[in-house]
């Protein structure tokens, strides 16, 4: 079993950034994807971005040029850094870890954009 906490979410306004942190326990295998997904209320989850362990990363087009995914394969840890945020980026963000046997998802945590 695999268990993760996010942590990072918040108020921000239009233009602005944020960083969001998630740090994966239990189970871990070294091959494996980490990444983020976002829930705007009424819609589906979506994919933001994830990363491999060996650093292959993959975003979603509404945010290339503005997301950056990273990841410290030592502490297991995933990073979302977030620029030029917009009204339309507030969502739900949730950490997930994935490899063939496993999909674990972390509890969430809200970005707003707002003014």
């Known amino acids: 079993q695999v268990h993760l906490v996010e942590s990072g979410g918040g108020l921000v306004q239009p233009g602005g950034s944020l960083r969001l942190s998630c740090a994966a326990s239990?189970?871990?295998?070294?091959?494996?994807?980490m990444g983020w997904y976002r829930q705007a209320p009424g819609k589906q989850r979506d994919m933001v971005a994830t990363?491999?362990?060996?650093?292959?990363?993959n975003y979603a087009d509404s945010v290339k040029g503005r997301f950056t995914i990273s990841r410290d394969n030592r502490r297991n840890t995933v990073y979302l850094q977030m620029n030029s945020l917009k009204f339309e980026d507030t969502a739900v963000y949730y950490c997930?870890?994935?490899?063939?046997?496993?999909?674990?998802w972390g509890q969430g945590t809200q970005v707003t954009v707002s003014s």
């Open positions: 990363i491999t362990n060996g650093g292959y990363t």
């Open positions: 239990g189970s871990i295998v070294s091959i494996n994807a």
């Open positions: 997930n870890y994935a490899t063939q046997l496993v999909n674990s």
